[in-house]
């Protein structure tokens, strides 16, 4: 940036102006690129995927055009088209200069909604040519995503390629502003008490934004009467020169009022509403306190808003505020809708978006407000106030139950509206397929849930978490509580319990939604301390000492819960180490019969693959024949998962390369979990990367008994296991892993760890569920 353009810069935005050059410069150049979705690692691959393969999809495509939504990527593609006329705040800086925008816009689609974006930079200002161009790449795309197109040409070009293209076409700087300012704007009402339809309007600007707010709103039923809006010649009214002339633009026409008001101040005074979509400071602090009783306030010029909140609370302590910062309360940011907008357009095949597609987004946004905060959203805000109310009335963009309730909705209104081509028949299943995007166990947890949720039939399981007073914990068991995954029993001190549900701000009630077991107040504690101490009376466990193990580990409470079948089920570990929680598990449940060793198993999500590891926790240097049965165990568990195990022991040895006592100890394992599973798929001993790749594994043997991949690896000691498993967490799988499962114990029984999320415990809980339906 030349000196004359960072001159005057303060240090803060100085220091924000390096960090952000810096991030589009570093690692790579830009924010996108390309990556194929297919193997292109042999000649078979090659054929495949270009000639002469490609050439049937080709052909299937020539004879039925919507089968370019199965063989190719069109129908999960959005184009991001801009001419650089209206780039954020910056104005008319070209289309190469808007490209930053563009390449962020389509990272924010992939990141939100799973949506590929092509960003297209046009270098044409006049509208039909540009109509032209864009409708030309309709083969190309799923989807138009107009962005920083000035007004008025957006709303011709808009409106233009909506009457040509068969695929929706958005304009964001329209549409998803009045989307997410008609949600605050509901959510403002019902604070206020006041109708929707007694309201009056008061607006500053009179570009694409303000208009598309406006016929939002108006569609959600102010009326258009009571509108006034304001634009850089004053109050549009029936007295302007242009208006007797005929020369106001067709979309302002609409709201052009008879009245004596000619300025901003004139309109504000007596508004319920102001609406901004202007330029900064227009709205003074002396023209809010003439504003009605309990004004509602959208000031959503950017950088800078037309007043500053802080201000207009001075002037009128009953305001309520929204601006387009992220800095202050209620920010109106286009991320809550567009990228899931898109998704359920796409996925319905809608050849357009329509306005009942837009009210739908419009309600599901507010409703979301008055939901429980999630556990993301609670860690991404940390220390901030996140429930419905005056400074909350719209989500925040991290809340990942957006796409959960968007995209079915707008899905179903497309089917409603007409222009549904691939209609979404059970919406319930498609909500569930959204969770892929959402968490990524999301795909994999599906059959325990299912297998949960089948329990129910043969009466509710019932739950006790050892970390009752957790606040992800709390979050969690209300979700199982909302799905019905469970009946939970938490254990916590009563009033701890109650501070933090009334802080999460959580409709859980204790007696109603759970039972509590209070260690400081239970009268079973007698009861407790006693079968305590007859279990360990001959381990050097005095009758003090099991009064104060009792007293003090809630772990302790819960086995014991367990063993005297007061529940059905336990989750643990999120504060203390493992080694102390399976201490107790082994002391108070014991082991299966069958079973010689408890042993853990955790699940990897990595690219392309889902992988399971043991054993990560618990036998440090387990012999073969603890192998085969941690073997056993893992495949079981496996299966929970909808998926049949494919067990590969690994090692520094490959079929016989090296004859020290490791490598024969695996390959000793091998043969004895063939014994105990002969109807597993399973080999070793052999290196990771013949585990993961039959063409390598070929190169040693090539009547192996695995076919293809592995997806349960058996290390042979629990330094290995840990290792890989922290390692590959890391460095392919985002830190999303299912587990530690716990394997051999007499209950269904799981020990968590401290980085353990509130989604992690809901998969648990669901995993607990499905061991006590298989137990019954």
Known sequence: MPPSKTAGLSPAEQALRDAALEYHRTPT??????????????????????????????????????????????????????NGTAVLGLGDIGPLAGKPVMEGKGCLFKKFAGIDVFDIELAEKDPDRLVDIIAALEPTLGGVNLEDIKAPECFY???????????????????GTAIISSAALLNGLELTGKSIGAIKVAVSGAGAAAIACLDTMVALGVRREHVFVVDSKGVIQSERDDVKAGRLDESKQRYCQVTAARTLADVVRDADVFLGCSTAGVLTPEMVATMAPKPIILALANPEPEIRPELAKQARPDCIVATGRSDYPNQVNNVLCFPYIFRGALDCGATKITEAMKLACV?????????????????AYAGQELSFGPDYLIPKPFDSRLILRIAPAVAQAAVESGVATRPIADLDAYRQSLTRFVYQTGMVMRPVFAAAKAQRAKGTARVVYADGEDERVLRAVQVVCDEGLAQPILVGRRAVVAMRLDRAGLRLKPGVDFELTDPEDDPRYR?????????????????DVAKAAVRRSNTLISALMLRRG??????????????????????VIGLQPQARTFATMNALLLEGRTLFIADTFVNDEPDAEQLAEIARMAADEVRRF???????????????????ASARRMRAAAERFKALAPDVECDGEMHGDAALDAAIRRRFIADSSLVGEANLLVLPNLDAANILFNVLKTTGGQGVTIGPILLGAARPAHILTPSATMRRVVNMTALVVADVAGAR
């Open 29 to 82: 150049r830009g924010k996108v690129a390309v990556t194929p979705t297919k193997p292109l690692s042999n000649q078979r691959d090659l054929s495949l995927a270009y000639s002469p393969g490609v050439a049937y999809a080709c052909l299937a495509i020539a004879d039925d055009p919507a089968a370019a939504a199965e063989y190719t990527s069109r129908a999960n593609l959005v184009g991001v088209v801009t």
């Open 157 to 175: 070009i808009e409106r233009k390629l909506r009457e040509r293209m068969k695929i929706p076409v958005f304009h964001d700087d329209q549409h």
């Open 363 to 379: 309600r599901e946004i507010a409703a979301l407000a008055k939901a429980e905060t999630s556990d993301e959203v609670a860690a």
């Open 527 to 543: 009861e407790y301390w006693e079968l305590y101490h007859a279990l360990m009376k001959r381990d050097g466990v005095t009758p």
């Open 566 to 587: 007061e529940a059905d089920a336990m989750l643990t570990g999120l504060v203390g180490r493992f080694d102390a929680h399976l201490e107790h598990v082994r002391d």
């Open 642 to 660: 909808g998926l049949p195990p494919k067990v590969a022991f690994v090692s520094h040895s490959c079929f016989g390369s090296s004859k020290r």
